[in-house]
Protein backbone atom coordinates (compact mmCIF):
# COMPACT_ATOMS: atom_id res chain seq x y z
CA UNK A 1 0.00 0.00 0.00
CA UNK A 2 3.29 2.19 0.97
CA UNK A 3 5.03 2.08 -2.53
CA UNK A 4 0.90 2.75 -4.04
CA UNK A 5 0.41 5.69 -2.19
CA UNK A 6 4.30 6.86 -3.30
CA UNK A 7 3.62 6.40 -6.65
CA UNK A 8 0.44 8.18 -7.12
CA UNK A 9 2.31 11.11 -4.86
CA UNK A 10 5.18 10.94 -7.57
CA UNK A 11 2.27 10.48 -10.67
CA UNK A 12 0.14 13.57 -8.82
CA UNK A 13 3.17 15.98 -8.14
CA UNK A 14 6.40 14.86 -10.19
CA UNK A 15 6.81 18.68 -10.59
CA UNK A 16 8.42 18.61 -6.78
CA UNK A 17 9.93 15.28 -7.56
CA UNK A 18 11.21 15.94 -10.75
CA UNK A 19 15.01 16.58 -9.25
CA UNK A 20 14.63 13.18 -7.70
CA UNK A 21 13.39 11.55 -11.01
CA UNK A 22 16.12 13.53 -13.12
CA UNK A 23 19.04 11.83 -10.85
CA UNK A 24 17.60 8.49 -10.10
CA UNK A 25 16.43 7.97 -13.99
CA UNK A 26 18.86 10.28 -16.08
CA UNK A 27 16.98 9.06 -19.61
CA UNK A 28 13.66 7.78 -18.67
CA UNK A 29 13.05 11.52 -17.17
CA UNK A 30 12.55 12.81 -20.91
CA UNK A 31 9.53 9.87 -20.68
CA UNK A 32 7.81 10.64 -17.94
CA UNK A 33 7.77 14.58 -18.95
CA UNK A 34 6.52 13.31 -21.83
CA UNK A 35 3.98 10.86 -20.70
CA UNK A 36 2.83 13.83 -18.09
CA UNK A 37 2.01 16.54 -20.65
CA UNK A 38 0.61 14.71 -22.79
CA UNK A 39 -2.18 13.10 -20.34
CA UNK A 40 -2.59 16.41 -18.99
CA UNK A 41 -3.53 18.08 -21.72
CA UNK A 42 -5.13 14.63 -23.65
CA UNK A 43 -6.64 13.28 -22.02
CA UNK A 44 -10.25 15.43 -20.69
CA UNK A 45 -10.19 13.16 -17.11
CA UNK A 46 -6.77 14.35 -16.01
CA UNK A 47 -6.91 18.09 -15.50
CA UNK A 48 -5.00 17.99 -12.03
CA UNK A 49 -1.72 16.52 -13.64
CA UNK A 50 0.58 19.88 -13.07
CA UNK A 51 1.32 21.55 -15.89
CA UNK A 52 2.68 25.15 -15.68
CA UNK A 53 4.60 24.07 -12.75
CA UNK A 54 6.27 20.77 -14.41
CA UNK A 55 7.57 22.93 -17.38
CA UNK A 56 8.88 25.36 -15.20
CA UNK A 57 10.71 23.38 -13.12
CA UNK A 58 12.05 21.22 -16.09
CA UNK A 59 13.33 24.60 -17.65
CA UNK A 60 15.22 25.18 -14.44
CA UNK A 61 17.28 21.63 -14.43
CA UNK A 62 17.93 22.56 -17.87
CA UNK A 63 19.53 25.45 -16.91
CA UNK A 64 21.79 23.64 -14.40
CA UNK A 65 22.65 21.04 -17.14
CA UNK A 66 20.58 18.27 -15.24
CA UNK A 67 18.75 18.40 -18.61
CA UNK A 68 19.20 18.71 -22.24
CA UNK A 69 17.00 22.08 -22.51
CA UNK A 70 16.72 21.24 -26.95
CA UNK A 71 15.74 17.40 -26.36
CA UNK A 72 13.22 18.74 -23.59
CA UNK A 73 11.98 21.73 -25.30
CA UNK A 74 11.13 19.41 -28.72
CA UNK A 75 9.30 16.71 -26.50
CA UNK A 76 7.15 18.57 -24.87
CA UNK A 77 6.63 20.41 -27.78
CA UNK A 78 5.11 17.01 -29.13
CA UNK A 79 3.62 16.12 -26.27
CA UNK A 80 1.00 19.27 -26.14
CA UNK A 81 0.47 19.03 -29.98
CA UNK A 82 -0.36 15.64 -29.79
CA UNK A 83 -2.34 15.86 -26.84
CA UNK A 84 -4.50 18.93 -27.58
CA UNK A 85 -4.81 16.71 -31.25
CA UNK A 86 -5.91 13.30 -29.46
CA UNK A 87 -8.23 15.62 -27.24
CA UNK A 88 -9.95 17.47 -30.10
CA UNK A 89 -10.86 14.12 -31.66
CA UNK A 90 -11.94 12.49 -28.73
CA UNK A 91 -14.46 15.68 -28.55
CA UNK A 92 -15.93 15.23 -32.04
CA UNK A 93 -15.86 11.41 -31.97
CA UNK A 94 -17.24 11.17 -28.12
CA UNK A 95 -18.12 14.17 -27.02
CA UNK A 96 -21.77 14.30 -28.27
CA UNK A 97 -22.79 10.83 -27.03
CA UNK A 98 -20.97 11.81 -23.74
CA UNK A 99 -22.79 15.18 -22.94
CA UNK A 100 -26.14 13.50 -24.23
CA UNK A 101 -26.17 11.31 -20.92
CA UNK A 102 -27.53 12.60 -17.42
CA UNK A 103 -24.46 12.30 -14.66
CA UNK A 104 -21.59 11.60 -16.21
CA UNK A 105 -18.76 12.05 -13.97
CA UNK A 106 -15.71 14.75 -14.78
CA UNK A 107 -17.87 16.10 -17.67
CA UNK A 108 -21.16 18.06 -17.67
CA UNK A 109 -23.34 20.14 -19.87
CA UNK A 110 -22.35 23.31 -17.77
CA UNK A 111 -18.89 22.98 -18.52
CA UNK A 112 -19.49 22.65 -22.04
CA UNK A 113 -22.27 25.63 -22.43
CA UNK A 114 -19.57 28.11 -20.49
CA UNK A 115 -17.03 27.16 -22.55
CA UNK A 116 -18.62 27.57 -25.91
CA UNK A 117 -19.75 30.56 -24.91
CA UNK A 118 -15.70 31.34 -24.39
CA UNK A 119 -15.72 30.22 -27.69
CA UNK A 120 -18.26 32.09 -29.40
CA UNK A 121 -16.43 35.65 -27.75
CA UNK A 122 -12.90 34.63 -29.08
CA UNK A 123 -13.06 31.61 -31.28
CA UNK A 124 -9.95 30.82 -32.99
CA UNK A 125 -8.04 32.48 -30.11
CA UNK A 126 -9.41 29.88 -27.38
CA UNK A 127 -7.23 27.19 -27.96
CA UNK A 128 -4.01 29.85 -27.95
CA UNK A 129 -5.56 31.71 -24.53
CA UNK A 130 -6.62 28.38 -23.15
CA UNK A 131 -2.60 27.02 -22.79
CA UNK A 132 -2.18 29.21 -20.09
CA UNK A 133 -5.06 28.51 -17.75
CA UNK A 134 -5.11 25.37 -15.97
CA UNK A 135 -7.84 23.08 -16.03
CA UNK A 136 -9.50 24.67 -18.84
CA UNK A 137 -6.35 23.70 -20.84
CA UNK A 138 -7.65 20.67 -20.70
CA UNK A 139 -11.26 21.00 -21.81
CA UNK A 140 -10.60 23.35 -24.48
CA UNK A 141 -9.51 21.27 -27.43
CA UNK A 142 -12.22 18.41 -25.92
CA UNK A 143 -15.35 21.04 -26.66
CA UNK A 144 -13.73 22.56 -29.97
CA UNK A 145 -14.19 18.95 -30.78
CA UNK A 146 -17.45 18.42 -29.79
CA UNK A 147 -18.38 21.56 -31.45
CA UNK A 148 -16.83 20.77 -34.37
CA UNK A 149 -14.75 23.32 -35.03
CA UNK A 150 -12.20 23.32 -38.27
CA UNK A 151 -9.76 21.02 -37.54
CA UNK A 152 -7.34 23.44 -40.04
CA UNK A 153 -8.29 25.89 -38.09
CA UNK A 154 -7.75 23.69 -35.00
CA UNK A 155 -4.50 22.46 -35.58
CA UNK A 156 -3.01 25.84 -36.46
CA UNK A 157 -3.53 26.93 -32.93
CA UNK A 158 -3.01 24.37 -31.41
CA UNK A 159 0.79 24.38 -32.47
CA UNK A 160 1.23 27.98 -32.15
CA UNK A 161 -0.45 27.69 -28.55
CA UNK A 162 1.36 24.37 -27.57
CA UNK A 163 4.85 26.74 -28.48
CA UNK A 164 3.65 29.92 -26.81
CA UNK A 165 3.23 27.88 -23.57
CA UNK A 166 6.00 25.72 -23.43
CA UNK A 167 7.95 28.53 -24.66
CA UNK A 168 6.94 30.76 -21.81
CA UNK A 169 7.12 28.04 -19.03
CA UNK A 170 10.37 26.31 -20.00
CA UNK A 171 12.19 29.48 -20.90
CA UNK A 172 11.36 30.85 -17.62
CA UNK A 173 12.24 27.99 -15.63
CA UNK A 174 15.36 27.83 -17.76
CA UNK A 175 16.18 31.71 -17.00
CA UNK A 176 14.83 32.45 -14.05
CA UNK A 177 14.54 29.27 -12.26
CA UNK A 178 17.55 28.84 -10.09
CA UNK A 179 17.75 32.28 -8.71
CA UNK A 180 17.15 32.37 -4.96
CA UNK A 181 14.12 34.16 -4.63
CA UNK A 182 12.28 31.69 -6.97
CA UNK A 183 13.15 28.73 -5.92
CA UNK A 184 12.00 30.22 -1.77
CA UNK A 185 8.89 31.41 -3.27
CA UNK A 186 8.17 28.99 -6.51
CA UNK A 187 4.28 28.49 -5.77
CA UNK A 188 4.06 32.32 -6.47
CA UNK A 189 6.10 32.67 -9.32
CA UNK A 190 3.91 29.92 -10.94
CA UNK A 191 0.70 31.72 -9.68
CA UNK A 192 2.46 34.94 -11.35
CA UNK A 193 3.09 33.45 -14.86
CA UNK A 194 -0.68 32.48 -14.95
CA UNK A 195 -1.97 35.27 -14.10
CA UNK A 196 0.39 37.38 -16.45
CA UNK A 197 -0.37 34.92 -18.81
CA UNK A 198 -4.45 35.51 -19.26
CA UNK A 199 -3.98 39.18 -18.13
CA UNK A 200 -4.51 39.94 -21.67
CA UNK A 201 -7.86 37.57 -21.81
CA UNK A 202 -8.81 38.91 -18.93
CA UNK A 203 -8.71 42.73 -19.96
CA UNK A 204 -10.81 41.60 -23.14
CA UNK A 205 -13.14 40.06 -21.78
CA UNK A 206 -14.00 43.68 -18.92
CA UNK A 207 -13.91 45.42 -22.28
CA UNK A 208 -16.28 43.05 -24.16
CA UNK A 209 -18.86 43.13 -21.25
CA UNK A 210 -18.59 47.26 -20.82
CA UNK A 211 -19.28 47.80 -24.46
CA UNK A 212 -22.41 45.04 -24.40
CA UNK A 213 -23.73 46.82 -21.25
CA UNK A 214 -23.37 43.54 -19.56
CA UNK A 215 -23.16 39.43 -19.43
CA UNK A 216 -24.07 37.92 -22.05
CA UNK A 217 -27.48 36.13 -22.30
CA UNK A 218 -26.90 32.14 -21.82
CA UNK A 219 -25.95 30.25 -24.74
CA UNK A 220 -25.44 26.45 -25.47
CA UNK A 221 -23.84 24.53 -28.17
CA UNK A 222 -25.76 23.22 -30.50
CA UNK A 223 -24.47 19.23 -30.09
CA UNK A 224 -24.24 17.34 -33.80
CA UNK A 225 -26.63 14.70 -34.82
CA UNK A 226 -25.79 11.60 -34.27
Excluded at 37 to 45: A, D, H, N
Aim: with cysteine.
Amino acid sequence: MDIFANFMDVFLHVDRHLLELTAAYPKAVYFILFAVVFCETGLVVTPFLPGDSLLFAAGALAGVGALDVTQTFALLLIAAIAGDGVNYWAGRRLGPRVFRKEGVRFLNRKHLDQTYRFYENYGQKTIILARFVPIVRTFAPFVAGVGSMDYARFAASNVVGALAWVGVCLGGGYIWGNQPFVNENFSLVILGIVFVSILPALVQVVLERRRRGGPESPKTVPLPEE
